[in-house]
């Protein structure tokens, strides 16, 4: 079921997310709502705030990039639980994107390399090195959890000229292809 994603200004995207047990309803249901959720969006990661849920997962596919990076191909995982134990490696620059913010993409300066921990969905342990643009993503979707969006990584200057971007989703009149829940 494809649901609604929580634009800007939702209070739920500013919240930090809470773990959750095994005993979670329906998880395997909602994991696969977010997949379908992400994929018809053409996006490549989803966080649990942003269909509402203020709870620690995240789905991430890099299967729409393995034409460019072949070891991508058939990349779908679900993310329960993460957390971000270590950012290191070099500092790059990337444009970014995210489906709660439509329309705006802006560069975004991230460590290259990261030592997560997270449960996969049968709730079993890892705790893995992680480089390049997975990297990126991860810490991306998991800021999502921490209640924190890529524009609080621009520059005072950055967030001015988007200004008006975000005042039109305050508003409730932001577009995109996809189905929204705006503030109003
Ligand atoms: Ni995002």
Redesign the pocket.
Known sequence: MILPIYVYGQPVLRKVAEDITPDYPNLKELIANMFETMVHAD?V???AP?IGLPIRVVTITLDPLSEDYPEFKDFNKAYINPHILEVAGEEVSME??????PGIHETVKRGDKIRVKYMDENFVEHEEVVEGYLARVMQ??F??LDGK??IDHISALRKQMIKGKLNTMLKGKARSSYKMKQVK
Do not use: K, N, V
């Not at 970014?96 to 913010?101: D, F, T």
């Open positions: 996006g990661g989803l966080a942003q970014e994107g995210c489906l709660s913010l991306h979707e800021d999502h969006m890529f």
